[in-house]
């Protein structure tokens, strides 16, 4: 028998039962997505996500690579996953969990309150958080300078100078929704190329707004209450300068949400949950896991919705 703390909050679960088919940790669009499998599958199931329904696509303030949407508000695509979860039967839960047990052919999870709630079957899409850069001042102004969502603070810095790090998607989709705000957008990159896709690298390099420097990173935020300055060291000459900025906003990667996990199932040294690539099913028979905590190439919304499909498909034709 295995127990650990998962954290979060929540309240009112009067609402849910005893005991469901499957129980979902994570309510991104994996978690919801499978969701919609199991439930229209027949599984009673249950949802747990403590933040916001749909996850990180809920900052994002455009999604034009999702099937069927040329371009969708991140909100708006989480709400229509969510309302079809529940379409079918699902329910979804803002109750934080304080710990599991897996025993035998029993999954039991442990609200905060105290209530237990057992399933037959778990999948684990706790998905992942953004890196941090670990250098000097990041933690000091988080949040007075430092941001790692341009939709939830882009407003904050109108008709100013801001940096962003890192040459993904990620960064370049942000970049551009800063340039819509910001008097300059300063992309920071530690390559000498973007490994964004090419039609938004396109459009970085036409934003007159938008700079570029190469082969760089930062070695230490500055300020006074707020940032004020970075740091730069390029990584080729070791040479450093200063850029005044007012902001700086970081996507260099994700780190996953998995470390409440660690003792229990497989994992690559990073961290990613090892699933089984045919089942997405982990090391512990029964729970499976699926979106962007599993270990894999390709971290999207198509292919993490396409893990909680394929995850609760497994567990169907395995299990019931």
């Known amino acids: 028998m295995v127990f650990f703390d998962l954290g979060g909050s929540g309240a009112g679960d009067s609402t849910l039962d005893n005991s469901y088919d499957m ?24 949802v747990l996500e403590k933040s916001t329904e749909g996850g990180q696509i809920t900052v994002t303030q455009k999604v034009e690579n999702y099937p069927g949407f040329i371009s969708i508000e991140g909100m708006e ?9 529940r379409h079918f039967g699902a329910d979804i839960s803002t109750n934080g969990v304080a710990n599991l047990s897996f025993c035998c052919d029993k999954k039991s999870v442990t609200l ?31 949040g007075k300078g430092v941001s790692y969502c341009a939709v939830c603070d882009g ?63 930062v070695e230490k935020i500055e300020g006074d209450k707020f940032v004020s300055n970075l740091v730069l060291k390029n990584v080729k000459d070791g040479s ?52 962007d905590v599993i270990d894999k190439e390709l971290r999207q919304i198509i292919n993490a919705a396409a893990d909680g499909a394929t995850a609760v498909s497994s567990a169907i034709k395995t299990y019931f």
């Open 23 to 46: 129980i979902i940790i994570g309510g991104g669009p994996a978690g919801l997505t499978a969701a919609i499998y199991a439930a229209r599958g027949g599984l009673k199931t249950l």
């Open 77 to 85: 695509l989480a709400e229509r996953l969510a309302e079809h979860a």
């Open 112 to 142: 905060e309150n105290g209530r237990q709630i057992d399933a037959k079957t778990l999948l684990i899409a706790t998905g992942a958080k953004h890196r941090r850069l670990g250098v000097p001042g990041e933690s000091t102004f988080d």
């Open 155 to 217: 407003a904050f810095f109108a008709n100013k100078h801001v940096a962003v790090i890192g040459g993904g998607n990620s960064a370049i989709e942000e970049g551009l929704y800063l340039a819509q705000l910001a008097e300059k957008v300063t992309v920071i990159h530690r390559r000498d190329q973007l490994r964004a896709d090419k039609i938004l690298q396109d459009r970085a390099f036409e934003n007159q707004k938008m700079e570029f420097i190469w082969d760089t990173v």
């Open 240 to 291: 450093k300068e200063d850029l005044p900025v007012d902001g700086i906003f970081i996507y260099i990667g994700l780190v996953p949400n998995s470390d409440l996990f660690r003792n229990l199932l497989k994992m690559t040294p990073e961290g990613f949950i090892i699933t089984d690539h045919k089942s997405l099913e982990t090391s512990m028979p029964g729970v499976y896991a699926a979106g």
